[in-house]
């Protein structure tokens, strides 16, 4: 089965300085199942990816759409990422879509993951 999102037309409103825009967020919630409870925040004026907003954190959609992420994240991956001091930014899609992969695989075979073994199955 193919997963490709549905076809939206952009339409980034006035002073939107984010490739995103309304009409896509909405399309990628709908498409992604993601809940109303998890806010979405476009960047205003100011703003940079960088450095998101106090209580927000960076999600580019090719998270979305790509690596198949969903909320809330994983507390695995979360716990992951903080043992390598990183935060999901940092991470780039592929990164991502092989530790949902994993998660996922282990779900499907019945197998039992902490920290400390994804930790293992990740390492170099």
Known sequence: MLWVPP?????PGDGCLSRSCPNGLTAIRRFCRIPESVEFRLLE???V?????????TCYEAYLMQCHLWFPIPELIVQLLNRFNLSIS???PCGLQHLVGI?????????TL???????LVEP
């Open 7 to 11: 076809p939206f037309k952009t339409n």
């Open 45 to 47: 004026g100011w703003e």
């Open 49 to 57: 990816s960088q450095f998101p907003h106090e209580g927000y954190f």
């Open 90 to 92: 940092q991470v780039n």
């Open 103 to 111: 998660l996922v695989l282990s779900y499907e075979l019945g197998i």
């Open 114 to 120: 902490d920290a400390d073994l994804l930790e293992a």
